[in-house]
């Protein structure tokens, strides 16, 4: 860690903290081209993915060397390019290995770093931005921090929708999500209804005893179990014990295969 004195930034340059684009006042002494408002948010940012990444911000952020050829121009680009897709890989990864171990505040910097690149790259009405925005919402649900999740399903949902060449897979995944999000706000019919379109598109992509599927098919049975209908919600979850036990044994059957 270490403080920044504003008087050394160069002129009409704005420091902004890393996790929330406050004003920042400490600079990260590894890479030196990271700012946060506080230690707290240094730390977050931290342990969630910086400590993996600092060293690939150098190049990124650091002003590129003015070159004499178009040539030398147009490569310092190409690789610069390249640099931030691999960020963008690697803080996507990250965050969804995190928000699959339930680390729900741990997934926030991570992702935000690769929203951030996104941005950069793809520009704010590129659907390469909907994945981020999915576990931003999926986060942030799982913080009980509703309104944001809300924002950025709203994102995603109007990104998908003026897209041509969204797929179902992603819009399985939007309509599972806006299904927690309603069922999470006690909203449970609009809760079925995302999640009817859930189980739909996924269906389209893996067919419907696929146990991709059977997710959707689970989180409607909780929202049955929830209103009390235990004949439609032990049904539901028969379906997915099923196709859960067909799964596992298939798999032991291709590992006997040596497939």
Same mark, same amino acid.
């Given at each position: 860690m270490a403080n920044v004195n504003p008087l050394s930034n160069p002129k009409g340059v704005? @420091? %902004?903290?890393?996790? /929330?684009?406050?004003?920042?006042? =400490? %600079? /990260?002494?590894? /890479?030196?081209?990271?700012?946060?408002?506080d230690t707290e948010h240094q730390r977050a940012d931290w342990t969630s993915i910086h400590e993996k990444i600092c060293h690939l911000l150098i190049p990124v952020r650091t002003p590129v060397p003015f070159l004499n050829s178009a040539a030398e121009r147009s490569h310092s680009m190409e690789q610069l390019l390249q640099r931030k897709k691999h960020l963008i890989e690697l803080t996507t990864k990250e965050a969804q290995r995190l928000l699959y171990e339930g680390l729900h505040m741990d997934v926030i910097p991570a992702a935000t770093?690769?929203?951030?690149?996104?941005?950069?790259?793809? $520009? @704010?009405?590129?659907? *390469?931005?909907?994945?981020v925005y999915l576990i931003l919402a999926e986060a942030n649900i799982g913080l $009980?921090?509703?309104? %944001?999740?809300? *924002?950025?399903?709203?994102?995603?949902?109007?990104?998908?929708?003026?897209?041509? +060449? /969204?797929?179902?897979? =992603?819009?399985?995944k939007l309509?599972?999500? @806006?299904?927690?999000?309603?069922?999470?706000k006690g909203e449970f019919e609009e809760s079925l209804r995302h999640?009817?379109? +859930?189980?739909?598109?996924?269906?389209?992509v893996s067919g419907p005893s696929h146990i991709?599927? &059977?997710? $959707?098919?689970?989180?409607m049975a909780n929202i049955f179990f929830r209103q009390n209908k235990m004949d439609i919600a032990d049904s539901l979850y028969s379906e997915v014990? &099923?196709?859960?036990?067909f799964t596992i044994n298939n798999d032991n059957f291709q590992v006997l295969l040596g497939k």
């Open positions: 704005k @420091l %902004q903290c890393e996790l /929330c684009r406050s004003p920042a006042h =400490i %600079q /990260c002494r590894g /890479c030196k081209v990271t700012y946060y408002c770093h690769s929203l951030s690149f996104s941005v950069n790259v793809y $520009g @704010l009405a590129s659907v *390469e931005l909907v994945p $009980g921090h509703l309104i %944001q999740a809300e *924002e950025y399903l709203s994102h995603a949902y109007w990104t998908v929708m003026k897209a041509t +060449d /969204c797929s179902n897979s =992603i819009r399985s309509h599972r999500n @806006l299904g927690l999000l309603y069922s999470a999640l009817s379109n +859930d189980v739909y598109f996924a269906s389209t991709t599927t &059977s997710g $959707g098919f689970f989180h014990c &099923s196709t859960v036990a």
